[in-house]
């Protein structure tokens, strides 16, 4: 090959490239777009949500914080007719104290039907007050921080924002990928007066913290209606919902474990066995709580109680440590444990998910897991901040400043045929992308659209 063909080779070399880079920066500006005002929320909900626990028992601790006794602990049947004595209805659920210093709290429907939560003191059984089930400051947090406070509707959002936030963590990468400059790449330049510098700092903050940010936008997506609902239904398998090698060859109600309390995610589709029919009392309440502790559920296992002459003694906890999980049901007459599952009976999908689901909530490793995920919410928010001030720096005046199209389409083309496949792994971003070419065609049609003399 000659020397000449080699230079016209090298403009065509470098002016492909040029136009990878405007298309791969054409969609990180839209993806950013799309995604960053919600990420905001999402690091600063989250953030809150890391420390729940902390923050209720210091907001609330009227009601979540007692005196510790010498005196041994009321029974549970005890607390719960204090409760109904203070807030009249039907006890639906009892939730152990989680520790020395806590309260019990007794779920109660109330003849409106309003499911009130009251607190009682279990040395002395009384009542510290009661509001509206799952109305606490980190319950409106949680809410808020997957969108439920919204809807249904609402909560698709979270798909969306998940598939974008991967989208705009690749095409970052890319952007930032060094390419022979100086600074930039591990450090910052300038001072915050020149947009190098928010250039530079936005660049390094997302090389720190895109990793972090593809995994909780994985590990968020099983909350989102479509995606983490089939998720949902491939994890959990067939059986009822339990995975095979637990005991379900008992008869089983329509009524599933998320329907009567918070439970891990790969259970929400777990059915409800029910008593065998009895002409025997039933056991009683008190009964099945030291059936629980002999049986070594963790402290602050909640308990569900039947409300029908078929129903069970339904006790849960999801602690910090994945390997605490535990549900058991109870023969409301016998006692008999009818399903007992751990997180070691989980199907491999399930281990993994809720692995990574308490990850993302902090709860995995610790003080170190919180503290790590603190951070990357603060380093989320910065990259929002710091792209919004270096867009605010360089767009033109009057105009939205997005980057420009490759000169050669097929570029274009090509990268948002790969976009189209990760939109099919999660359809609802498939679809925002496919919403986002056509507002990106209709605002190209109209911005060169020859203007009448």
């Not at 309440?285 to 409300?307: C, I, K, M, Q, Y």
């Amino acid at each position: 090959m000659s020397f000449q063909a080699l230079d016209r080779q090298a403009p065509n070399s470098r002016a492909g490239a040029s136009d990878l880079y405007r298309a791969v920066w054409r969609w990180h500006f839209y993806a950013g777009l799309l995604v960053l005002p919600f990420m905001i929320t999402l690091a600063v909900t989250g953030a809150l949500y890391l420390f729940d626990d902390q923050i209720d028992r210091i907001v609330h601790s009227d009601v979540k914080r007692v005196a510790v006794q010498p005196d041994r602990p009321l029974g549970a049947e005890q607390m719960v007719a204090a409760a109904l004595t203070f807030q009249p209805g039907t006890a639906v659920k009892f939730t152990d104290p989680p520790a020395p210093d806590a309260s019990a709290e007794v779920t109660v429907v109330a003849a409106s039907g309003t499911r009130m939560a009251v607190n009682v003191d279990p040395y002395d059984g009384h009542v510290l007050g009661a509001r509206p089930d799952q109305s606490t400051l980190m319950w409106t947090v949680r809410h808020l921080h997957s969108l439920r406070l919204f809807g249904p509707v609402a909560r698709g959002i979270i798909e969306i924002v998940g598939g974008w936030s991967i989208l705009l963590v690749g095409t970052g990468i890319y952007l930032w990928w060094p390419r022979q400059q100086v600074g930039g790449v591990v450090s910052v330049r300038g001072t915050p007066r020149r947009r190098v510098f928010w250039r530079d700092l936005h660049a390094v903050t997302g090389l720190a913290v895109g990793g972090f940010i593809v995994f909780l936008a994985i590990t968020g997506m099983p909350w989102s209606n479509i995606w983490g609902g089939k998720v949902n239904e491939w994890a959990n398998g067939s059986n009822f919902g339990y995975p095979s090698g637990v005991r379900v060859e008992v008869p089983m109600s329509g009524q599933k474990l998320h329907d009567t309390a918070p439970t891990a995610w790969s259970l929400e589709q777990a059915q409800i066995p029910e008593s065998a029919p009895s002409t025997a009392a039933p056991i009683g309440l008190d009964a099945a709580v030291a059936t629980f502790e002999r049986l070594g559920l963790h402290p602050g296992f909640a308990v569900s109680l039947p409300t029908s002459a078929t129903g069970v003694y339904s006790g849960s906890v999801y602690p910090d440590d994945l390997r605490r999980q535990r549900v058991v049901h109870l023969d409301q007459y016998s006692g008999e444990a009818l399903v007992d599952m751990s997180y070691a009976d989980y199907g491999p999908a399930g281990r993994w998910l809720e692995f990574g689901i308490n990850t993302h909530m902090g709860q995995q490793f610790g003080l170190a897991n919180k503290l790590l995920f603190l951070a990357v919410c603060a380093g989320i928010v910065l990259l929002a901040v710091s792209a919004a001030v270096m867009w605010w720096k360089r767009r033109p005046s009057g105009a939205m400043g997005v980057p420009p199209m490759p000169a050669d389409p097929r570029v274009f083309r090509g990268l948002v045929a790969i976009l189209l496949i990760g939109g099919i792994l999660f359809p609802l971003t498939g679809l925002s992308l496919i919403v986002m070419l056509a507002l990106d065609w209709l605002a190209r049609r109209v911005t060169t659209r020859p203007r009448m003399a």
